[in-house]
């Protein structure tokens, strides 16, 4: 069993900051790619961004120089630092990790959190 927990969501100003963070735990073998995504209401899923295991990074264009996606391999948790916050960032957030879960599992599957809601207004 894997569960991906995120927390960090909240109500920020705009120009604020939040930072959202996703602990991976249960019988983990290995966390490959991870990744941040957000759906508005109204709106599908999009991709924010996403970091390899070795620490590469990609970002949405929307997103880029304003927020950070950081990952800690040891605790197997995921970050998103988000700075100057717009309104049109309002969503809810969700982590997804593509992992193994026995030596003997390839590909990697895929797993998703429940989300965490931002929501950025004065």
């Known amino acids: 069993q894997v569960q991906l927990v995120e927390s960090g969501g909240g109500l920020a100003q705009p120009g604020g900051s939040l930072r959202l963070s996703c602990a991976a735990s249960?019988?983990?073998?290995?966390?490959?790619?991870m990744g941040w995504y957000r759906q508005a209401p109204g709106k599908q899923r999009e991709l924010v961004a996403t970091?390899?295991?070795?620490?590469?990074?990609s970002y949405a264009d929307s997103v880029k120089g304003r927020f950070t996606i950081s990952r800690d391999n040891a605790k197997n948790t995921l970050y998103l630092q988000m700075n100057s916050l717009k309104p049109e960032d309002t969503a809810v957030y969700y982590c997804n990790a593509a992992l193994t879960t026995s030596r003997s599992i390839w590909p990697p599957n895929d797993y998703w959190g429940q989300g965490t809601q931002v929501t950025v207004s004065s």
């Open positions: 970091i390899t295991r070795g620490g590469s990074t």
């Open positions: 249960g019988s983990i073998v290995t966390i490959y790619d």
